[in-house]
């Protein structure tokens, strides 16, 4: 008996053995799976979609008088011309006869821009740069026109411009604010990214908008952040501190830390003018109080 008791033990040890095992080769496979898979989805990535790509360079000044362009009236203009009115600066990396994402984006950037009671020209500024060397001010122009009219602010005139330039300056910007770009001669198009790059008025990059429309708040909170502060009310500054920017969601949102200071901050004063009420009216009915006894 005492044998064969053995014998179950050691047959039920080899098979929990056995199990283990199998447990290990697979999750071994499952592993080797995954990998297999993430290698043939990163090699599934299209030629043309490769360096078109952006790279968050926050907080770097991209020297904007470093840079020699053309603006709409054919004006040779540094790109600090446009930095000198004090304002946090948009700007949008595109192409001017691009027949998809650029114009989705532009479109969609004015509709969210005609939510605002902020006017671009007054709260900020819009700097567009082409990434195709073969476009010409003439082009430029017209497109400032069309958007202008369909912005419909008069202050856009001055704070809304469009610009070309050389393959060589346009690169090296494009390369300050991470933005990578390529052009695909099967489809005679160029492969971008869908971003706005905010800049504060000195020329340093704030912050990254994502998308081909913005929320109010997204692009409202955006542009308070880059001027900072310097921008709208008292109550746009306290939504600054109470909101923060989210890398994940690629939005603002509620920051509770924040949040739970101001609310303790409320209840503070408060509950500090409802004590300076109280203490009043008590000293007010003992000095009532006095004098009646006299």
Same mark, same amino acid.
């Given at each position: 008996?005492?044998?064969?008791?053995?014998?179950?033990?050691?047959?039920?040890?080899?098979?929990?053995?056995?199990? /283990?095992?199998?447990?290990?080769?697979?999750?071994?496979?499952?592993?080797?799976?995954?990998?297999?898979?993430?290698?043939?989805?990163?090699?599934? %990535?299209?030629?043309?979609?490769?360096?078109?790509?952006?790279? &968050?360079? *926050?907080?770097?000044?991209?020297?904007?008088?470093?840079?020699?362009?053309?603006?709409?009236?054919?004006?040779?203009? $540094?790109?600090?011309?446009?930095?000198? =009115?004090?304002?946090? %600066?948009?700007?949008?990396?595109?192409?001017?006869?691009?027949?998809?994402?650029?114009?989705?984006?532009?479109?969609?950037?004015?509709?969210?821009?005609?939510?605002?009671?902020?006017? %671009?020209?007054?709260?900020?500024?819009?700097?567009?740069?082409?990434?195709?060397?073969? &476009?010409?001010? &003439?082009?430029?122009?017209?497109?400032?026109?069309?958007? *202008?009219?369909?912005?419909?602010?008069?202050?856009? @005139?001055?704070?809304?411009?469009?610009?070309?330039?050389? @393959?060589? $300056?346009?690169?090296?910007?494009?390369?300050?604010?991470?933005?990578?770009?390529?052009?695909?001669?099967? @489809?005679? $198009?160029?492969?971008?990214?869908?971003?706005?790059?905010?800049?504060?008025?000195?020329?340093?990059?704030?912050?990254? *908008?994502?998308?081909?429309?913005? =929320?109010?708040?997204?692009?409202? *909170?955006?542009?308070? @952040?880059?001027?900072?502060?310097?921008?709208?009310? %008292?109550?746009?500054?306290?939504?600054?501190?109470?909101? =923060?920017?989210?890398?994940?969601?690629?939005?603002?949102? #509620?920051?509770?830390?924040?949040? /739970?200071? #101001?609310?303790?901050?409320?209840?503070?004063?408060?509950?500090?003018?409802?004590?300076?009420?109280?203490?009043?009216?008590?000293?007010?009915?003992?000095?009532? &109080?006095?004098?009646? =006894?006299?």
């Amino acid at each position: 008996m005492k044998t064969s008791h053995k014998n179950l033990v050691l047959i039920s040890c080899i098979r929990r053995s056995g199990i /283990m095992m199998a447990c290990v080769h697979l999750l071994t496979f499952i592993v080797f799976f995954l990998g297999l898979s993430h290698l043939s989805l990163a090699s599934a %990535v299209p030629d043309e979609l490769k360096d078109s790509g952006v790279i &968050e360079h *926050l907080g770097t000044d991209i020297a904007p008088a470093e840079y020699r362009l053309t603006d709409e009236e054919g004006r040779s203009v $540094q790109l600090s011309d446009f930095f000198k =009115r004090g304002k946090p %600066v948009l700007l949008t990396l595109v192409y001017y006869q691009c027949p998809n994402l650029c114009n989705f984006m532009l479109n969609g950037l004015v509709s969210s821009l005609k939510s605002l009671d902020w006017s %671009v020209g007054d709260q900020f500024d819009i700097v567009a740069v082409s990434i195709d060397p073969t &476009e010409t001010p &003439e082009l430029a122009r017209r497109k400032k026109e069309a958007y *202008l009219r369909a912005y419909g602010r008069m202050s856009a @005139e001055a704070g809304w411009h469009f610009l070309t330039g050389s @393959e060589g $300056q346009v690169r090296k910007l494009a390369a300050a604010v991470g933005f990578g770009y390529k052009f695909v001669p099967e @489809e005679k $198009q160029y492969a971008h990214s869908a971003v706005i790059p905010v800049l504060t008025s000195s020329g340093v990059i704030s912050r990254y *908008l994502y998308g081909i429309e913005f =929320r109010k708040s997204d692009l409202r *909170l955006a542009v308070l @952040e880059a001027s900072h502060g310097k921008v709208g009310s %008292v109550v746009d500054r306290l939504l600054l501190f109470c909101y =923060r920017y989210d890398p994940k969601t690629r939005k603002y949102s #509620v920051y509770l830390n924040s949040l /739970m200071q #101001v609310g303790c901050g409320l209840t503070v004063l408060i509950f500090g003018g409802y004590l300076a009420i109280f203490w009043r009216r008590q000293r007010k009915g003992a000095s009532i &109080e006095c004098l009646t =006894r006299l």
